[in-house]
């Protein structure tokens, strides 16, 4: 069984900064793709940052230039580097992992509980 669970959300002033951090524990023999979704009511989740299995890390346009999405895969965390955060920030944010519970090729998918950034103006 794996468990992700998050830190570091909470309540910023628009232009402040956050870290979401995002660790995997559990049967955890190793990690392919990771990302960063957030949500606000009434909205369908939306892909912030990602690092795919293979390929370059990717942003949503709307945080290019201000987050930063790391791994460290000794430590099977991922992390959420938020600069100049706007009120537009605002949701609940999830971190995804796909995650290979056995000696082998294939992975699950791995969902963390979502942590709330409200960014006030």
């Known amino acids: 069984q794996v468990q992700l669970m998050e830190s570091g959300g909470g309540l910023v002033q628009a232009g402040g900064s956050l870290t979401l951090s995002c660790a995997a524990s559990g049967t955890v023999f190793g990690i392919n793709g990771v990302g960063w979704y957030r949500q606000v009511p009434g909205k369908q989740r939306e892909l912030v940052a990602g690092i795919p299995e293979s390929g370059p890390t990717n942003y949503a346009e709307s945080v290019k230039g201000r987050f930063t999405i790391t791994r460290d895969d000794a430590k099977n965390i991922i992390y959420l580097q938020m600069n100049n955060l706007e009120s537009e920030d605002t949701a609940v944010y999830f971190c995804?992992?796909?995650?290979?519970?056995?000696?082998?090729?294939?992975?699950?998918?791995?969902w963390g509980q979502g942590t709330q950034v409200t960014v006030s103006s």
């Open positions: 995804h992992m796909e995650v290979k519970i056995r000696n082998g090729p294939f992975a699950h998918a791995y």
